[in-house]
C-alpha cells in the first residue's frame, strides 16, 4: 500500500492472463476464488505485488506458484488497470501480464483459490474483478504478437509438427492459413529446424518433427 498526504491508502495487484492451446481451442487459466468479496468466483490468478519485489518479480512469483513454469515461458506485462471500483474491497491498481505455456503445463492451488482450472478463452465462466476485461484485452495482444514475433514458441513443447504450429495460429487468430504458404514462409525465416525425428500414427502419415531455433522473444513478420 502507499499513502500520500490525507489520500487513502492504493494497492497494487498484479493479474497473469495464462493462454495456452489445448483440445483445439485458446484457454485461460482460471482460480476459483476463496475469499469475499468474491468468493466462489472465477478469477486470473493474480495478488499484492510484496514490498520486497518488483511487479515483474511479482508475476514470475505468480505464474511459478500456479504452474511450476519459468524460465522459457513467454511473460510480458500487459496493461494497468487503474478503474477506482475495480476492487470493491480496497481501492488497488492491477498491473496485468500476459503469460503463454505449452498444454501439459502442471497446474497448482494455494489457501486463496479453491479451485483451479482450463476454460475457454472466448467464452470463460463468469469472473470476478474487471477480470473479463483484462482477457480480452489479453487475447488481442496476442492475436497482434502473432503477426510479428515468435511467441508461438512458448505455446509447443520442444518437438512438434508444422501442422502443430500451423494450428497454434489458425486457433488464436481464428482462420484458416493455407498450409504451403504457412509452411513455406516458417521455413524461409528459419524460425525452425528438423530434429531428425518422426511423430508416427495409426492414421496419419509420419510427420517430422522440428524444433524452434531460439526459445527466446524476438520480432519476426511470420504472416506478411
Same mark, same amino acid.
Given at each position: 500500500?502507499?499513502?500520500?498526504?490525507?489520500?487513502?491508502?492504493?494497492?497494487?495487484?498484479?493479474?497473469?492472463?495464462?493462454?495456452?492451446?489445448?483440445?483445439? &481451442?485458446?484457454?485461460?487459466?482460471?482460480?476459483?476464488?476463496? &475469499?469475499?468479496?468474491?468468493?466462489?468466483?472465477?478469477?486470473?490468478?493474480?495478488?499484492?505485488?510484496?514490498?520486497?519485489?518488483?511487479?515483474?518479480?511479482?508475476?514470475?512469483?505468480?505464474?511459478?506458484?500456479?504452474?511450476?513454469?519459468?524460465?522459457?515461458?513467454?511473460? %510480458?506485462?500487459? =496493461?494497468?488497470?487503474?478503474?477506482?471500483? &475495480?476492487?470493491?474491497?480496497?481501492?488497488?491498481?492491477?498491473?496485468?501480464?500476459?503469460?503463454?505455456?505449452?498444454?501439459?503445463?502442471?497446474?497448482?492451488?494455494?489457501?486463496?483459490?479453491?479451485?483451479?482450472?482450463?476454460?475457454?478463452?472466448?467464452? *470463460?465462466?463468469? /469472473?470476478? =474483478?474487471?477480470?473479463?476485461?483484462?482477457?480480452? =484485452?489479453?487475447?488481442? &495482444? $496476442?492475436?497482434?504478437? $502473432?503477426?510479428?514475433?515468435?511467441?508461438?514458441?512458448?505455446?509447443?513443447? %520442444?518437438?512438434?509438427?508444422?501442422?502443430?504450429?500451423?494450428?497454434?495460429? @489458425?486457433?488464436?487468430?481464428?482462420?484458416?492459413?493455407?498450409?504451403?504458404?504457412? @509452411?513455406?514462409?516458417?521455413?524461409? /525465416?528459419? /524460425?525452425?529446424?528438423?530434429?531428425?525425428?518422426?511423430?508416427?500414427?495409426?492414421?496419419?502419415? *509420419?510427420?517430422?518433427? =522440428?524444433?524452434?531455433?531460439?526459445?527466446? *522473444?524476438? %520480432?519476426?513478420?511470420?504472416?506478411?
Amino acid at each position: 500500500m502507499t499513502k500520500l498526504g490525507n489520500a487513502p491508502p492504493v494497492g497494487v495487484a498484479v493479474d497473469v492472463v495464462v493462454l495456452t492451446v489445448r483440445e483445439h &481451442r485458446l484457454e485461460v487459466l482460471l482460480a476459483r476464488l476463496a &475469499r469475499e468479496p468474491f468468493a466462489g468466483k472465477w478469477a486470473l490468478p493474480g495478488g499484492r505485488i510484496r514490498l520486497d519485489e518488483t511487479v515483474e518479480a511479482a508475476a514470475v512469483r505468480e505464474l511459478s506458484e500456479k504452474t511450476g513454469l519459468v524460465g522459457e515461458v513467454f511473460l %510480458e506485462q500487459l =496493461y494497468t488497470f487503474s478503474d477506482p471500483h &475495480r476492487d470493491p474491497s480496497a481501492r488497488c491498481v492491477s498491473v496485468a501480464h500476459l503469460a503463454l505455456v505449452p498444454p501439459d503445463a502442471s497446474l497448482r492451488i494455494d489457501d486463496k483459490y479453491s479451485a483451479v482450472g482450463w476454460f475457454t478463452a472466448h467464452r *470463460p465462466p463468469s /469472473l470476478g =474483478y474487471d477480470h473479463r476485461q483484462i482477457l480480452a =484485452y489479453a487475447v488481442k &495482444r $496476442l492475436q497482434a504478437k $502473432l503477426e510479428y514475433t515468435n511467441v508461438a514458441y512458448s505455446l509447443l513443447p %520442444e518437438q512438434f509438427s508444422l501442422g502443430d504450429l500451423q494450428e497454434i495460429y @489458425q486457433v488464436i487468430l481464428g482462420q484458416t492459413l493455407d498450409a504451403r504458404n504457412f @509452411q513455406r514462409r516458417v521455413k524461409e /525465416l528459419g /524460425l525452425v529446424e528438423e530434429t531428425g525425428d518422426v511423430r508416427r500414427g495409426e492414421r496419419h502419415r *509420419p510427420a517430422r518433427l =522440428y524444433r524452434f531455433r531460439q526459445r527466446r *522473444p524476438m %520480432e519476426v513478420a511470420v504472416l506478411t
